[in-house]
């Protein structure tokens, strides 16, 4: 009797922890990358020195000069043509901006269409 007991307690504790709809979801605090670009912008450690937001105000950016460019402004980036993004982006610009040159041509163009969503308003 003392077996069963025990065997009916076991079935029931392991049910108990086995109960889906008692766990909390899990929640992340940045959201998950939405293309290519923006994981490439991510992994490059863009935020670092342009900010998340792209307005060139990451945590480094107080001690570089030149600032880092402020992709968030459609007026600064209607002057920048793509190809001097993908420029800077290989090859590096000035002492602050590092160079990253192992990038495919499809990954610089995900790169930049990113960059420049940045400057675009929200969709709705």
């Known amino acids: 009797m003392k077996k069963l007991f025990v065997w009916i307690a076991l079935i029931l504790f392991l049910g108990a922890c086995n109960d889906s709809s008692q766990r909390d979801p899990v929640v992340f605090s940045e959201p998950l990358p939405e293309s290519e670009g923006e994981q490439l ?7 670092t020195c342009h900010g998340h937001q792209g307005s060139g105000d990451g945590f480094l950016s107080a001690g570089l000069q030149p600032k880092p460019t402020d992709f968030s ?11 001097q993004l ?19 041509d499809h990954q ?6 990113y960059i420049r969503s940045l400057s675009q308003p929200p969709s709705n």
């Not at 402004?73 to 190809?83: L, V």
């Open 41 to 47: 912008y991510l992994d490059m450690k863009c935020p």
């Open 73 to 83: 402004s459609a007026e600064i980036m209607g002057e920048i043509p793509d190809a």
């Open 86 to 104: 993908k420029e800077a982006i290989k090859n590096g610009k000035g002492k602050g901006m590092p160079r990253f040159a192992g990038f495919t």
């Open 108 to 113: 610089l163009e995900a790169l930049v269409r």
